[in-house]
Structures are given as structure tokens and as C-alpha cells.
């Protein structure tokens, strides 16, 4: 059974730093692609950083400078650190493993965790 379990969330005040983890657990991480996405209230989720099974790191362009994306293979979990949030950064932020065969995708969300920007 695959579980992804975020934590870190909370309230920051804008210009400060939090930093998100997703302990990862049934599958095998370096195999998958982990993903933070977020999803504010009353739009779409969307990507915000991707960390790929070669190593590779992928931003969405209004987090680029100032979020990196990792990852700890011994303990099967995935950071994300963001500085300078911004009030637009508020949002449920989710975690994601996913990894492409030949004939399907395997996909895996957690069950996000709240980010809210505000003084």
C-alpha cells in the first residue's frame, strides 16, 4: 500500500520560509518522479516543483530563485523549501509519485497540507 504523508504546513508571515516534507512509503523512491503541487482555493492544482528519478529538478516559473525541491533516498521522503513565500503562495500543498510504463501511470497523492501567506 502506497502512502505519502506531508507535513510542515502552516501560517507564515509574507517574505518568511517554511519547508515542506512527504515521507514516502511503499514504493521504491528512486523510481518515481515526486512532485509538490498546490491548489489554491477555487483554481486548479498545479505543479510547483518536480524532482525526477534521474536527479533532475523542474519549477514552476513563480517559484523559480525561490523553492528548491529534494530528496533523502534513506529516508524516503521529499522536501521542499520555500523562502520569500508570498501571500499567493496560499494554498493546500500536495505531494506526488508518479511513474510512467509502458501501458499505464502509476500516480499517488498525499493528503496535502495548508500553507497560508499572511500578516
Known amino acids: 500500500q502506497v502512502q505519502l504523508v506531508e507535513s510542515g504546513g502552516g501560517l507564515v508571515q509574507p517574505g518568511g520560509s517554511l519547508r515542506l516534507s512527504c515521507a514516502a512509503s511503499?514504493?521504491?523512491?528512486?523510481?518515481?518522479?515526486m512532485g509538490w503541487y498546490r491548489q489554491a482555493p477555487g483554481k486548479q492544482r498545479g505543479v510547483v516543483a518536480v524532482?525526477?528519478?534521474?536527479?533532475?529538478?523542474n519549477y514552476a516559473d513563480s517559484v523559480k530563485g525561490r523553492f528548491t525541491i529534494s530528496g533523502d533516498g534513506t529516508k524516503n521522503t521529499v522536501y521542499l523549501q520555500m523562502n520569500s513565500l508570498k501571500p499567493e503562495g496560499t494554498a493546500v500543498y500536495y505531494c506526488?509519485?508518479?511513474?510512467?510504463?509502458?501501458?499505464?501511470?502509476?500516480?499517488?497523492w498525499g493528503q496535502g497540507t495548508q500553507v497560508t501567506v499572511s500578516s
Open positions: 524532482l525526477t528519478s534521474g536527479s533532475n529538478t
Open positions: 511503499g514504493i521504491i523512491f528512486g523510481f518515481y518522479d
Open positions: 506526488n509519485a508518479r511513474r510512467k510504463e509502458l501501458l499505464r501511470t502509476n500516480d499517488y
